[in-house]
């Protein structure tokens, strides 16, 4: 079963923050999150792992809360650039590269 | 860059025929996934390889058959190509970051296919 993702869209303005949510029904080992702009392929920002170490992105920041399955990813002082679809990946506690991703969040950024 | 193509592009046919769509990377790396993308839905796991003749079927694997016979090659093909298939396929390969260490997912250009 596919994560779910909050909000399915959101609108800021420059310099706006926002939350993007992710919640899994199933324990996981890690949480992956990516971008993807209109006709292009997905693009990696950062990884969780169950234990709290994070790496990825140097200007977004996220978390994740093993005991609930759930990730939030954390856009501050938002830009133009930021806009597009966020998907979460999660995987299981079994960590067998096995990737299932949620529904998707639209942000979209307006000067 | 991570070095994933996709053939073809771009893929018109009609329903009942067979379809095949090639990923193909050039990293050596051992994991290999194909997704569909559907307004609504976001990427959907169809099957995934391990390894050369080593698969596994994801959430939407109904449909599909996978191959992998070489490292560098992951086949997805469509027996019989049905209307509820026409998507976008993005194959995509698991690879170590080199900044960090950490595992990542490349995703290749994708391939739009429409079942007429």
Partial sequence: QQPVQSPQAVILREGEDAVINCSSSKALYSVHWYRQKHGEAPVFLMILLKGGEQKGHDKISASFNEKKQQSSLYLTASQLSYSGTYFCGTEGLSGTYKYIFGTGTRLKVLA | ?116
């Avoid at chain 2, 994801?58 to 049905?82: C, I, M, N, Q």
């Avoid at chain 2, 298939?85 to 997912?105: K, L, M, P």
């Fill in chain 2, 1 to 116: 860059d991570a070095g994933i193509t996709q053939s073809p592009r771009h893929k018109v046919t009609e329903t009942g025929t067979p379809v095949t769509l090639r990923c193909h990377q050039t990293e050596n790396h051992r994991y290999m996934y194909w997704y569909r993308q559907d307004p609504g839905h976001g990427l959907r796991l169809i099957h995934y390889s391990y390894g050369v003749k080593d698969t596994d079927k994801g959430e939407v694997s109904d449909g599909y058959s996978v191959s992998r016979s070489k490292t560098e090659d992951f086949l997805l093909t469509l027996e019989s190509a049905t209307s509820s298939q026409t998507s976008v396929y993005f194959c995509a390969i698991t690879g170590t970051s080199g900044r960090a260490g950490y595992n990542e997912q490349f995703f290749g250009p994708g391939t739009r296919l429409t079942v007429l």
